[in-house]
C-alpha cells in the first residue's frame, strides 16, 4: 500500500487530486485493510454504547472518558484463545484478518462483476485515516492521562516495601521501578498525551506516529520481558500507528537512507462553507472534551480519589510499620517463628485505611492491576497485586469512640471458589487462577456483613460515598457505591473485628478481638522504622493528611 511513491500529484485549492489510478493489487490490500481496521477501530460491544447514555455528562468522573477512550473490538467468534494462552488477545486480531480478507475479496470479486465502480479509494481511504487516527488519539491520551498525573503505578507501600524482593512479580518489579521514579512516569505520560495530540490534526499525524510508535512499541516490549498484562493493548497502537505511517514509508526512506527529497503525497477532500464549520466545530468539542476536561478529571482523581489507591485516610496514629512483639492465639502465646502459618509476623498501617500483615501461608497470586471497579477501597487491591509471601491486606473502618477495628480481606470469595477481586486490566490472570481453584467455599469460614459490622455502627460511619473531598464525589461514584451497597450483603469475605490501644506515645500498639477465623486474637505491635533509601516526594497522589 505505499501508494505515495507511485503517485503523481497536482494540487487544487487545498484538495489533493490524484491523476494515476490504483493498482488491482493496491485496491486488494486497502479493502482487507479497510475492513480490518474498520472493525478494530470502532467499538462492538453494546456494553460501550450503554456506558455512553449512562454517563452524567454534568458530573462526569475521569473513568467515564477514559471507558471511552479504552475498549477492545474485532471479530471474537472463535474465542480469544484460538492459538493458545499465550497469544490470547492477539487471537482476535487474527480472527478478524481472516474475516476482512474474505469480505476483500468479495468486494474485489464483486468490483470485478460490476465492472465499473463508483467508489473513489483516495477519498475512503482519507476517511479511514480519519477514523483510526482519532481511534489511536484519543486512546493514547486516555492512556497517557494516568501516567501524567502518576496514578497508574503508585510509589510502593509500606506493605510492600516490607515484602521480600523474591516474593515479588516480575510484573510487580516493573511497577515498583516506574512507581518510585514519579517524574519520568510523568515523562511518559506527556509523551503519550502529546502523541494522542498530534494525531488529531492531519498535518502533524506523521510525527504523532512515530512517537506512539517509539513510546508504545519499548511497552510493548516491557510487557513481554516482565511478563506484564497490557502488551495486547499496547501493541494495538502499535498497530495502528504503523498504519497512519505507510504514505510515509516511501518518503523517509528517500530522505534517511538514501539521503535524496522526497514528497507525501496525501489526499485531503476540501471542506468549505458550512461544513468546514462543523468539522472545526466537532474538532473543538472533542479537544476540549478529552483534553481539558479530562485533564482537570484526572487531577481530581490523582488529588483525591487515585484509582488504585484506596481514598479513605486511614487513621493517623496508627500509621506505619510494626514488629509483632507478642502474638496470643485463643489465649495461648505463639513465640516468633517464621515457619509459624498463623502467627503474625511484621505488620503495617497504610497512609489509607489498609491493614496489612505478613504470616507463613501461601495465598494464590492477585494478577490484576490492583484498581478496582468499582471504587470501593475493598476493591483496590494493588497493595498485593503481583506480591506473593503471605502478606495479607484487610481494608479497615474504624471506630474512634469505641477504638474498633472493622476489616474486611481484599481477597473476596464467591459462592462457587475463591475469587481475586478484579481491577479492570490484566483479568486473563484470574480467569487462568479460577480454572486452578477448586476449594468449595464452604469450607471456607467467613463471617457475614451483618454479623460484622451492627447496624448502629455502620450508621455512625456514614455513607463511604462522601469519605472523599466534594470534587471527587461524582455520579458515577455514587451510582458505583450505591450498587455495592446493596451487592455488599451477599459479598463473602473473609472478616473481623478488632479493639486497638494505643500506648506508650503511639510507639506500641495492642490489637484485641475476634479473628477471620473465629479464633480470639491479641497482638501487640511495636513500631519499628525501616531506614529505606527512597522516599515518596512531594508529588503522590491521594488526599490523606487533611
Known sequence: MQIAEKIQT??????????????????????????????????????????????NWLNLDYRDLYDICRFGSGVSWFGRSTFGSRLEGYSIWVNTFFFALFVGLLWTGVAKLLKKEKISYNRLYYWLNVIVRYRAGLGIIGFGFTKLFPVQMPYPSYGILDTDYGDLTAQKIFWLSFGIVPWYQVFAGVLEVTAGTLLLFRRSVAIGAVLLVGALGAIVV????????????????????????????????????????????????????????????????IIFIFLIVFFYLQYVDFRYDPYKQPSTAGLQALRGNYDVTEFRLNGQVRPFNPYDSLRWQSATFEKWSTLTFKVNRPLKLDLSNGGGDPKRDVNRTFEISGVAGG??????????????????????????????????????????????????????????????????????????????????????????????????????????????????????????????????????????IRDYKISPGKFAAGHYDQ
Open 10 to 55: 497536482v494540487r487544487v485549492d487545498t484538495e489533493v487530486v490524484h491523476t494515476q489510478k490504483w493498482t488491482l493489487r493496491q485496491r486488494i490490500a486497502f479493502r482487507v485493510s479497510f475492513i480490518f481496521f474498520i472493525i478494530i477501530s470502532i467499538p462492538n460491544s453494546v456494553l460501550w454504547y450503554k456506558h455512553i447514555f449512562a454517563i
Open 222 to 285: 516491557v510487557n513481554f520481558a516482565y511478563d506484564g498484562g497490557v502488551h495486547v493493548y499496547s501493541s494495538y497502537f502499535v498497530l495502528l500507528s504503523l498504519f497512519l505511517l505507510v504514505p510515509y514509508f516511501g518518503p523517509y526512506y528517500q530522505v534517511f537512507i538514501r539521503e535524496q527529497p522526497a514528497r507525501v503525497a496525501l489526499f485531503f477532500p476540501s471542506f468549505k462553507g458550512r461544513l468546514n464549520e462543523i468539522r472545526i466545530g466537532l474538532k473543538g468539542v
Open 391 to 528: 502478606q495479607r491486606a484487610f481494608h479497615y473502618y474504624v471506630d474512634t469512640i469505641n477504638q474498633r477495628l472493622y476489616l474486611e480481606d481484599k481477597y473476596k470469595l464467591i459462592p462457587d471458589q475463591r475469587n481475586i477481586t478484579a481491577g479492570e486490566g490484566g483479568d486473563g490472570g484470574v480467569r487462568n487462577y479460577l480454572k486452578s481453584v477448586k476449594e468449595p467455599v464452604e469450607k471456607l469460614p467467613a463471617i457475614s456483613l451483618a454479623d460484622w459490622m451492627p447496624a448502629k455502627v455502620k450508621a455512625s460511619l456514614g455513607d463511604e460515598a462522601n469519605y472523599v473531598a466534594k470534587p471527587a464525589r461524582t455520579a458515577r461514584r455514587l451510582r458505583e457505591f450505591a450498587k455495592a451497597d446493596a451487592l455488599a450483603a451477599k459479598e463473602i469475605r473473609e472478616r473481623f473485628v478488632a479493639s486497638y490501644k494505643i500506648i506508650d506515645g503511639g510507639n506500641r500498639v495492642i490489637l484485641n478481638g475476634i479473628d477471620e477465623h473465629r479464633d480470639s486474637i491479641y497482638v501487640v505491635l511495636d513500631r519499628a
